[in-house]
């Protein structure tokens, strides 16, 4: 045990994810030797990211304004939605470059052990932006496990009477690995999926 | 300290708990162990080896090494693959997790091998994929069978205090399922005739007998299966209030 403020700094810092006694002990005397400055500017990102963060209007991503960057930026998709899990989901998808489209943020998926239900996410606020017409696709990009699976047939069947294209992402082989460790579902997937290769 | 060493065994999985940057907890009910919680590392890279072998629902072959705290998963084969197609409809994905949430709280010990359990498990997972009967009468059948597996078999027809010969029309969830009226404790209720003999067909696997019921007396029969299942448990299962029962 160290005296008074050290440890509460170390009790702090083990609270966070996936830092453990040792470690939290480690960034405690890393911050005490620092420069002044350097912890300054960590404290102002710290009490700034509580402050000024919240969560989109629109989509439920996190935003530093009413809406997020993506929902006010007009040369966005309008007719497109894809559905996700969780912001960091729209980070990953972003990166790809290949969607224009806009998104809705669930909160996470259905888990019934867990005791999170269609209530506990943002599903009827995802309905609502679906019944002003705008949209004709829906793309589910809720993650490709057995939750992620039974969110998305669960909204496939509650937006089916809506007429609208709905969609999920392609599942498949990994690039880059090899075809012989593939599991049986992945590779079943991976099969059901398969394109015309036209050369 | 406990022996340290390698065994192997099949499981199904039952529930998965983040772990760090990319392992799993996963929480499986095997044959010859019974409930056990083993390491799964790295399953959530989309290039773990496991893939989708560790999901739940999957009745898989382990090899699993035997850790100092928790044991870790070291080679998983698929035996059966029932989550595909229970995921495919919801009502079933939600009986199917009440099933799952059972078998973890009606096998309470870990360790301790409960063969009639992962047995009963592996047979109505078969039977929700298959979608050739109703979710919900599969997850009833489910609770009131492992119920009896763990030692607290419902009568649905003698008296359960004094064995009198029935049908009775009275069932009490505190004394054990129907009663006659001499024995019939205040607070009991009174089922249909019909409830109770759905009951009782669900009890012994008379599926012929059970599809031929009224959808009333399936929902009557629900609400005596998963109250007298709560009676047992000391607190709720939380998936049951989610099942979509049709």
Known sequence: MY????????????????????????????LLAADPTDVRRLVLALTEVKEKVRFCKICGNVAEDELCRICRDPRRDVAVICVVEESKDVVAIEKTREYRGRYHVLGGAISPIEGIGPDDLRVKELMTRLADGEITELILATDPNLEGEATATYLARLVKPMGLRVTRLASGLPVGGDLEYADEVTLGRAFEGRRLLDV | MGPVGLYRDEGVVLRTQKLGEADRIITLLTREHGRIRAVAKGVRRTKSKFGARLEPFMHVDLQIYEGRSLDIVQQAESLATYGERICADYGRYTAGTAMLETAERLTSEENE???????????????????????????????VRSLAVAGYAASFEDCAQCARPGPHSYFNVAAGGAVCPDCRPPGSVTPAAETLVLLSALLTGDWA????????????ASGLASAYLQWHLERGLRSLPLVERG
């Open chain 2, 209 to 220: 007998a059970a599809g031929a019921s009224e959808a009333r007396h399936r929902r009557e």
């Open chain 2, 113 to 143: 091998p409960a063969v009639q359990h992962f047995l009963l498990l592996v047979g109505g997972l078969r039977t929700l994929a298959d979608g050739a009967q109703p979710a919900s009468l599969v997850l009833d059948a489910f609770l």
């Open chain 1, 3 to 30: 005296e008074g403020v050290v440890q509460d700094l170390i009790d702090e810092l083990g609270r966070l994810p996936g830092v453990g006694p040792k470690g939290a002990q480690r960034i405690a005397f890393h």
